[in-house]
């Protein structure tokens, strides 16, 4: 899927270029082609310096967070939820604990851990699946919770915006918090309603209520403020956020003695080495996404959707942002990409790249995710996995939109 994406974005550029030239007359396109294949693969480089960085401190603090054991902590907190919810899981089993321990890691950010906890899980769940290819209802749940975006820190989005100039890099921190959340309740209310859970239990009325109840007094309050107090408030909470989990992680580790200094450099290679293996997958998504956007291509597309907004007497200013959202579901890489670049072309802080960062801070790649977790245990027949983790994708997208009009008006 990923080969066929990537081709079709520099088949749609040539295309888009040969009809400039030969119908407009504009044959300087291959000229800007050219030029944006080289502006990209330096900017890739760009994003990668600041990356190393980033990855290497962060995944130092999270090595110290899984040693100081507060992801197993979250775990046995999640234990009790997801036995109610997957009642065909015996208790005890040890896909439950595998389960909790990926929700936990994807929460802190440990995407290198949660994955393959998730697999393992995966498997375990497998084992308790009386068919070899279709997937159990366990499985669907699972999966879709994965596939409506977990992540309640997004450092590598407040990464890129501080790498492209952002005059505040976590002033997405609230809207990507509230878009995510819209994700990931759809996400569960639509598997719930396939597969007829019972979310009035008692167990799980005492887990989910509480982070609703707060959600909802949270955005009441939100309501009454305005749009520069809401920009202050974000940024204040997603700095104040971001530094007390970075001080808790610390003090956490202090108290059960782990050599906090030597973990965090132990970490920290680990993330030198993520960086690493990530540029050329960088240089493939710019470049490609880059050429789409010199040929005109990605622009025509834009237009078209405008148009037909406009049509409908909607703010049409969210059209610029979509480009993330259209491919996020198929790749991350080339969502990042897309993300990027509209940081560059509409400027970091513009209403178009907030809204963007806030799409790609609140979606998840579904289709990527349902082939390695599927695929990992042979898994051919996904029922109502697609439906439901598209329709996730669909609240967490519409959810940014929201919220940026909300927040950045």
Known sequence: MLNGLWLGFFLTAALAALVRWLVGGDAAVFAALVESLFAMAKLSVEVMVLLFGTLTLWLGFLRIAEAAGLVAGLARMLGPLFRHLMPEVPAGHPALGL??????????????????????????????????????????????????????????????????????????????????????????????????????????????????????????????????????????????????????????????????????????????????????????????????????????????????VGLTGWDARFVDALPTALVKPFSGSAARAMLIETMQSQGVDSFAARVAATIQGSTETTFYVLAVYFGAVGIQRARHAVGCALLAELAGVIGAIAVGYWFFG
């Not at 999966?143 to 505040?168: C, E, H, K, W």
């Not at 598997?191 to 909802?216: C, E, I, K, M, N």
């Open 99 to 308: 389960i909790t321990m990926n929700f936990a890691a994807n929460a802190l950010g440990l995407d290198n851990a949660a994955t393959p906890m998730g697999l393992k899980a995966m498997r375990e769940l497998q084992t308790l699946n009386p068919s070899t290819t279709t997937a159990s209802n366990a499985q669907i749940l699972f999966l879709v919770l994965n596939a409506s975006s977990l992540t309640l820190l997004p450092v590598t989005i407040f990464m890129y915006r501080a790498q492209q100039g952002a005059a505040d890099p976590t002033l997405v921190f609230l809207p990507i918090l509230i878009a995510t959340s819209a994700s990931t309740l759809v996400g569960l209310l639509s598997v719930a309603f396939v597969q007829r859970l019972r979310l009035w239990d008692p167990v799980v009325l005492a887990y989910l209520l509480p982070g609703a109840l707060l959600l909802g007094g949270f955005m009441a309050l939100l309501a009454t403020l305005s749009s520069a107090a809401l920009a202050s408030l974000s940024s204040l909470l997603g700095n104040l956020t971001l530094f007390g989990i970075v001080v808790a992680f610390l003090l956490a580790g202090a108290l059960r003695r782990v050599k906090v200094y030597e973990c965090f450099i132990e970490g920290a290679k680990e993330g030198f080495d993520v960086a690493k293996n990530l540029l050329p997958y960088l240089v493939a998504m710019l470049c490609a996404v880059g050429v789409l956007r010199a040929s005109g291509a990605l622009d025509m597309v834009l237009a078209g959707i405008r148009w037909l």
